[in-house]
């Protein structure tokens, strides 16, 4: 996705969670502190709707994807996400 303004490509956050996570709750307090800032939308999905990434993330949720790529799992660094889309 690009910036509608700038033209410049626009991150896909993607939030994996579940119902009853403890820990979803504080990733999604991160997000919504950095889409504040920086202006990037972010999308939560739960694993309960697809049974391949029940499979994959079981252990893990809450995930963080960006573009696809998982960079976080457990508890988002705030700190290291903001270097990550600053650069």
Known sequence: ???????????????????????????REVLERISADLGIPWQER?????????????????VLLIDGVQRDFWQIDEARLRRLLAG
């Open 1 to 27: 996705m690009k910036d509608a303004l700038s033209g410049t490509p626009v991150p896909e956050l993607l939030l994996l969670t579940r119902p009853g996570c403890h820990l979803c709750q504080g990733a």
């Open 46 to 62: 739960s694993i309960t709707d697809d049974p391949e990434l029940q499979v994959r993330f079981a252990e893990e949720i809450p």
